[in-house]
Structure formats: C-alpha cells, structure tokens
C-alpha cells in the first residue's frame, strides 16, 4: 500500500505566499512529502512588508498539534514564527507529549523585510522549553548573535550546544560574503561540517531560511542521516534561489523559486 510521508511545518502564515507556512508546504510537495501545517499566526504581507500581525491563541494551536498527532503522526516536524512565549510554551509542551521525532527548530525573529514577528520574552521560552528537545536549529547570522551575543559562527555553534541544542546550524546566507556562502554545522557527536554554496545575486531571497528548515525535515524524514539532509537541504534552496533569481513577482524581495 502507498504510504505519504507527513511532515508538520508550525509556524506562521505568510499572505503572499513567499515564507512561512506556504513556503514550507510548497517545500514539502516538491520533495514529495505530504505537508502539514499548525498556525502559530497571521501575517498581512506582501514582497514590500509586512502589515499586521495577529497570533492565533496557544490553546488553538495546541488543537492543530494534537488533531495531526491523533491522526497522521508527522515522521519531522519544523518550527518557524512562534510569536509569543505563550505559544512556544504551548508547542513545546504538546510536542513533548507526542515524543516527537526529527525536530527543526527555524529560530525566526526578523521577517526579510525587517519587521521583528517573535516577542522577546518568546525567545528566552524557546531557549528554555524547545531547546533541549529538538534535533537540529537553524539560526541565521542575526538570529545566533541575538541568542549567543557572540559574532562568530563557531563560538555561536558552541554556545548553542552549551544551551542544550544536539546539532546547530549556523547559517551564512545573510553574510557579506560575494563568491561563497558558508553554513557551518556542528553536530551531536561534535563534528564540525563547513557547507559552501556559491552566493546567488538576486533580491529575490524572501522565504529562503523557510524554504531551507522544511527541506532538512523532508528528507529526514525521508530517511536521510543529519548531515546528509542538510546538504541536500542547503542543495535544495541555492537550486530554489537560482531558479527564481530573475523572476519578478511584485515590487520587493519576491520568493524563492520552489
Ligand atoms: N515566517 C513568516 C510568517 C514570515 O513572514 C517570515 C518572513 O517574512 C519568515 C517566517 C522568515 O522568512 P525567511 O525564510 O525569509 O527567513
């Protein structure tokens, strides 16, 4: 019998369909895995901004988590905008219950465009509650300074294995750097893996570290070791940011092409 493979993205929902929730289910179809979502909030957005922000109520987004569990046990799951401290609580909790497996933590706190979508009191509850339970986290550059209040992508690695995180990734999207991009992983075991890529020229990169988090899930869920998911994960997004590097949609940073 054919059998989906479900992946559950939690996280917020991006109106213009570039990051967020939307990114993350179209990442999960082209892979080929079956995408789930809980929403964490809502976003008015476009390529230009972002608009109004509302979160959906912790006891809500709890229901979504339990009604997939309950139903369709999700092989990964990945967190994007949690949005306030009460709703990371309440993720961290119903994923605990569920003993969720091959979880991705996107440590969102700055929207492309630059409206700050997670409060700060959230941030020390995601240190404190999803931290120690998931598998990987994907901070960019501003995210792991914001977390670490160190500026260099190995000493942020480590400090975030020192706050309870099994494997790190530090990306380098967002670096200065014009020939190469690096991703620095640090895993479980203490293996320090360096992912380059050349850079794309483009300002098409809204929905980038999205894109980039469901990915990894996929294909470990798939079935794939860590550091191979994240290679074909960082594969999967400089293949999405080359193939919508000259498209035009709308009048800001457009999405990535998945
Ligand atoms: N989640 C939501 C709902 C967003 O609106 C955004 C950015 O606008 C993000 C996450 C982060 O997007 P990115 O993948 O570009 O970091």
């Given at each position: ?138 901070p960019n550059r501003n995210e792991s300074e914001a977390l670490t209040g160190c500026d260099d ?106």
């Amino acid at each position: 019998m054919r059998r989906y493979i479900p992946v559950l993205t939690i996280a917020g929902s991006d109106s213009s369909g570039g990051a967020g929730i939307q990114a993350d289910i179209k990442t999960m179809s082209a892979i080929g895995c079956y995408g789930m979502s809980a929403i964490t909030a809502l976003t008015a957005q476009n390529t230009v901004g972002v608009g109004a922000i509302e979160g959906v109520s912790p006891m809500m987004v709890k229901a979504q988590i339990d009604a997939v569990f309950a139903d369709i046990s999700p092989a990964a799951v990945k967190t994007g905008m949690l949005f306030s401290a009460p709703i990371v609580e309440a993720v961290a909790e119903v994923l605990g219950h569920h003993c969720v497996k091959n979880l991705v933590v996107d440590p969102v706190m700055v929207s492309t465009s630059g409206k700050r979508l997670i409060a700060d009191d959230a941030v020390e509850a995601m240190r404190r509650t999803l931290f120690p339970m998931l598998t990987l986290i994907t901070p960019n550059r501003n995210e792991s300074e914001a977390l670490t209040g160190c500026d260099d992508p190995r000493r942020q690695a480590e400090e975030l294995r020192r706050q309870g995180c099994a494997n790190v990734l530090v990306k380098g999207g967002d670096s200065d750097a014009v020939d190469f991009k690096t991703d620095m992983l640090l895993t479980a075991d203490g293996d320090w893996i360096e992912l380059k890529a050349d850079a794309v020229d483009t300002p098409n990169t809204h929905g980038t570290g999205c894109t980039l988090s469901s990915a990894i899930a996929c294909y470990m869920a798939i079935g794939y070791s860590l550091p191979r998911a994240v290679e074909m994960g960082k594969l999967f997004v400089t293949r999405a940011l080359r193939s919508g590097a000259k498209v035009t949609t709308g009048k800001g940073h457009g999405p990535v092409d998945h």
